[in-house]
C-alpha cells in the first residue's frame, strides 16, 4: 500500500492549526469527516488558481448575471427539472421560456392562448439541442424513405468543417456519415455552391451557423435556403435545413432583426440556440425548437409516469437542476427585446473599438470585427518573427485568456487569435486588452518572449 502522506496523493491543510492538522487524500475518499468550514476553505482555496472567468475571452459562456438572479438560481438547486409534476411552476416556466424562444424565431402555429403550442425543449446546452434536433432529422428522413420503399441505411448531413465539434459527436454517435464541406484562407464559411453540390438523395439535412466558433460569421442561411428550393424544385432531393444558433440565436434579433434566417426562411425546419452563451445565463442551458409538430417525429417522444402524472419528454437526460432555466427565465422577463438589444448594441459597440485597435497595430489584420455578434477574430500577416500563440503567451501573463489557433480543413495555414465579448467585461477593460496587444506586439518585435508556436492554447 502506497503512504497516504505522500504529496502526489493528499492535499495539505490550508491552515494547519487552525482549521484542520490532518492532511487530506487527493485521490480517495477521507476516513474521517472534515469540518464543513474546513472543507469549505479547502476547496475554496484551490479554487484561486483558476483563472479569472470575467477575463476569459476564450469562452462563450456567461460569466456574470444579475445578483438577484444569482439568487434565484441558489434557491432553486434542488428543483428536479424533469420532474414536472412535483414542481409545476418550474415546469411552466419552461414552456414559458420555449414558447419566448419559438416566438423569437417566428416559429409557426403560435397561439398566446395556448402555452404548450411551441414545439421544442430546454436542454443542457446547445450539445444536447444539436443531438436532438440531429435525430429528428434523421428520423424524419429515414420515415419517408421507408414510406417510399427505399433504403434507408446510409444517411448523411451536410455541414462545414467549421461546425462545433458537437456535430462530429452527433455523427459518429448515431451513425450518420459527415460530409464536411472545406473551408479556404480568406473564406471561414459555407457557401450555397458548396451546398448544391453536397446534397444527395441520402443527405437528412444541411446545417448552417449562425456565428460560427472560429471567427463569429453567420452563414448564408437565406441563400443556402434559396439554392435548396431549386434543387427539389427541379425535381432533385428535397433536403432540410437546420440553423445552429448557438452562439448567434440570441444576438441576431436584436442586432439584425431584419435578417431573415429563422422560420422566417420556409425551408428552416429547426433551431438551436444556448442560452448559457449570448442569453446570458449560467451554464448549462439551451433550447431546440421546431418550426410546427410536424417536423418532431413522434416515435422520438416518450412518456413515463414514475415521478407521478404522465409526462412526455424528449431529452437525452434525465435528471437536471431546474434552476437554469428559472435563470433564463429572469433574464427574459427583466430584460425584455429592449435591454437584450442594449445590451448586444454595448458589446456590439465595444467590439469594434477593440477591432479598431487591433487593426491600428502593426503586422495585424482584423478578420472579423464583432458587427455580425460581438465576436472579433484577428491574426498576423507577414512573418515578423512571432506568432499569434506567442501573442496568446503573453496575454496570459497579463490575466487575459485569448485563445490561438489554426483554421479548419484547407484553411489550416491560418492562425488567429478570438475575442468573445460578454457582459461583464467592460469597456475600459477592452481598452486595456487593446493597449495590452499593442505592447506584447511591441514586446515581441524585440525578440523576447517568443517560442509558444505550440497550440495549447488553441479552442
Known amino acids: 500500500m502506497s503512504d497516504p502522506t505522500t504529496p502526489s496523493e493528499t492535499l495539505a491543510p490550508a491552515y494547519t492549526g487552525r482549521l484542520g492538522t490532518d492532511p487530506i487524500p487527493a485521490l480517495r475518499l477521507p476516513k474521517s469527516e472534515t469540518a464543513p468550514e474546513a472543507a469549505y476553505r479547502f476547496i475554496h482555496d484551490?479554487?484561486?488558481?483558476?483563472?479569472?472567468?470575467?477575463?476569459?475571452?476564450?469562452?462563450?459562456?456567461?460569466?456574470w448575471m444579475d445578483p438577484q438572479a444569482d439568487r434565484l438560481m441558489a434557491e432553486t438547486f434542488d428543483k428536479n427539472m424533469i420532474d414536472k409534476d412535483e414542481y409545476p411552476a418550474t415546469a411552466e416556466i419552461e414552456t414559458r421560456c420555449v414558447n419566448m424562444v419559438a416566438a423569437l424565431f417566428h416559429a409557426e402555429d403560435l397561439s398566446p392562448s395556448d402555452p404548450a403550442s411551441a414545439t421544442g425543449v430546454s436542454t443542457v446546452g446547445s450539445s444536447e439541442a444539436v443531438m436532438l434536433a440531429g435525430l429528428a432529422l434523421k428520423w424524419r428522413w429515414r420515415q419517408a424513405r421507408q414510406s417510399a420503399g427505399m433504403d434507408a441505411t446510409k444517411p448523411n448531413l451536410v455541414l462545414g468543417s467549421n461546425v462545433q465539434v458537437v456535430w462530429e459527436k452527433f455523427c459518429r454517435y448515431f451513425d450518420v456519415?459527415?460530409?464536411?464541406?472545406?473551408?479556404?484562407?480568406?473564406?471561414?464559411?459555407?457557401?450555397?455552391?458548396?451546398?448544391?453540390?453536397?446534397?444527395?438523395?441520402?443527405?437528412?439535412?444541411?446545417?448552417?451557423?449562425?456565428?460560427?466558433?472560429?471567427?463569429?460569421?453567420?452563414?448564408?442561411?437565406?441563400?443556402?435556403?434559396?439554392?435548396?428550393?431549386e434543387l427539389a424544385g427541379s425535381g432533385?432531393?428535397?433536403?432540410?435545413?437546420?440553423?445552429?444558433?448557438?452562439?448567434?440565436?440570441?444576438v441576431v434579433p436584436f442586432l439584425h432583426p431584419e435578417l431573415e434566417w429563422d422560420f422566417r426562411v420556409p425551408r428552416v425546419v429547426s433551431i438551436n440556440v444556448s442560452g448559457h452563451k449570448y442569453g446570458m445565463t449560467y451554464p448549462g442551458i439551451g433550447f431546440v425548437v421546431w418550426r410546427s409538430k410536424e417536423h418532431l417525429p413522434e416515435d422520438l417522444v416518450f412518456r413515463v409516469n414514475y415521478l407521478g402524472g404522465d409526462m412526455p419528454t424528449f431529452t437525452l437526460n434525465f435528471s437536471r437542476s431546474g434552476n437554469q432555466v428559472v435563470g433564463q427565465y429572469y433574464n427574459f422577463i427583466r430584460l425584455g427585446v429592449a435591454g437584450y438589444t442594449q445590451i448586444m448594441q454595448s458589446l456590439r459597440d465595444t467590439a469594434l473599438m477593440l477591432s479598431q485597435m487591433i487593426s491600428?497595430?502593426?503586422?495585424?489584420?482584423?478578420?472579423?470585427?464583432?458587427s455580425a455578434i460581438p465576436v472579433l477574430s484577428f491574426r498576423v500577416v507577414g512573418d515578423p518573427g512571432y506568432t499569434v500563440f506567442d501573442i496568446s503567451h503573453e496575454l496570459r501573463a497579463r490575466g487575459f485568456q485569448v485563445p490561438a489557433y489554426t483554421m479548419p480543413a484547407d484553411a489550416e495555414d491560418i492562425a488567429v487569435l478570438r475575442i468573445v465579448l460578454r457582459e461583464g467585461f467592460s469597456r475600459d477593460l477592452a481598452y486595456k486588452l487593446g493597449k495590452d496587444i499593442a505592447e506584447v506586439v511591441e514586446y515581441l518585435r524585440q525578440g523576447v518572449g517568443r517560442g509558444h508556436t505550440d497550440q495549447a492554447f488553441a479552442h
Open 46 to 63: 484551490e479554487l484561486m488558481l483558476d483563472g479569472s472567468s470575467r477575463l476569459n475571452l476564450a469562452t462563450f459562456v456567461t460569466t
Open 360 to 370: 491600428e497595430i502593426d503586422d495585424m489584420e482584423v478578420i472579423t470585427d464583432g
Open 236 to 250: 432533385g432531393p428535397d433536403v432540410p435545413l437546420h440553423v445552429d444558433a448557438a452562439s448567434g440565436g440570441f
Open 177 to 229: 456519415e459527415p460530409k464536411y464541406l472545406p473551408m479556404e484562407p480568406g473564406r471561414y464559411v459555407i457557401t450555397p455552391e458548396q451546398v448544391r453540390d453536397a446534397v444527395d438523395e441520402n443527405t437528412i439535412g444541411v446545417v448552417a451557423i449562425l456565428g460560427t466558433t472560429f471567427t463569429g460569421e453567420l452563414e448564408p442561411v437565406a441563400e443556402i435556403a434559396a439554392v435548396l428550393d
